[in-house]
């Protein structure tokens, strides 16, 4: 089993950046696939960007390509999400989730473990 902690969500204006974190518990962090998903009010959680378990392979939704990157650094037992150039849309709880293996896990029902999320507020 895995717990999950996003942090480094906050208030940023449209064109900024933010990075956030997900410090996962365990010493088996480099076995899980790690992805990133949001949920914006009235609307339903949607996937943002996925990294696999051997750290080789990074998938995004279209709406983030070219804007956000996801990395992981297995010695910290953490996966990250780079934002850039913000934009109101991108506003919403970003949940961070793991999946033991597996390879381009795109859908929220392809993971075992979530974290609590943290609110990201992009304003114009």
């Known amino acids: 089993q895995v717990q999950l902690v996003e942090s480094g969500g906050g208030l940023v204006q449209a064109g900024g950046s933010l990075r956030l974190s997900c410090a996962a518990s365990?010493?088996?962090?480099?076995?899980?696939?790690m992805g990133w998903f949001r949920q914006a009010p009235g609307k339903e959680r949607e996937f943002v960007a996925t990294?696999?378990?051997?750290?080789?392979?990074?998938y995004y939704a279209d709406s983030v390509k070219g804007r956000f990157t996801i990395s992981r650094d297995n010695a910290k037992n953490t996966v990250y999400l780079q934002m850039n150039s913000l934009k109101p849309s991108d506003t919403a709880v970003y949940y961070c989730?793991?999946?033991?293996?597996?390879?381009?896990?795109?859908?929220?029902?392809?993971?075992?473990?979530w974290g609590q999320g943290t609110q990201v507020t992009v304003s114009s």
């Open positions: 989730a793991a999946v033991l293996y597996g390879s381009r896990r795109l859908r929220e029902w392809d993971y075992d473990y």
């Open positions: 365990g010493r088996t962090f480099s076995t899980y696939t």
């Open positions: 990294i696999t378990w051997t750290g080789t392979n990074t």
